[in-house]
């Protein structure tokens, strides 16, 4: 498995810390969170010899709520599948938003090319950049019908 080729161009990690130079398999999840950070808080059309690189401008995904958050997850997994191709299996599922919240929370389950389990937690923040971060292990609780 490599880092991604910013964090090689750059030599360290979007923290500041030092790439190493022979990458295991933590330091290919901490890549491939940087780059998912990078990459979901990209607006596609922002880059002009990658137009489709991001999602979509979600503004109008806080507008249509609950109706729209289907289209934002689809939006996530196809530019995933796309942009990153360390991850296999992708699964992308948004959690359930309570009303007035401005937070979606959207879980992205996969496996590294390696075979080795990757789970992240995304926030999208109304008017914020989104946060990536490793998600624990945690019981599934039932959530209310």
Do not use: C, W
Not at 67 to 96: C, F, S
Not at 113 to 120: A, C, D, I, N, Y
């Amino acid at each position: 498995m490599h880092h991604a080729l910013f964090e090689v161009l750059t030599g360290e990690y979007a923290d500041g810390r030092p790439v190493p130079p022979v990458a295991g398999v933590a330091e290919v999840r901490r890549s491939v969170q940087d780059h998912l950070t990078r990459l979901l808080n990209a607006r596609r059309g922002s880059l002009q010899h990658l137009p489709d690189y991001g999602l979509p401008d979600i503004a109008p995904v806080y507008q249509g709520l609950p109706y729209t958050i289907n289209d934002l997850v689809d939006n996530i997994r196809n530019t995933i599948l796309r942009y990153e191709p360390r991850l296999v299996d992708v699964q992308v599922k948004a959690r359930n938003v309570k009303q007035g919240d401005h937070i979606l929370y959207v879980d992205i389950d996969a496996r590294l090319s390696s075979g080795h389990e990757v789970r992240f937690e995304t926030y999208f923040y109304h008017g914020r950049a989104a946060e990536v971060r490793p998600r624990r292990q945690r019981e599934r609780q039932q959530e209310p019908e």
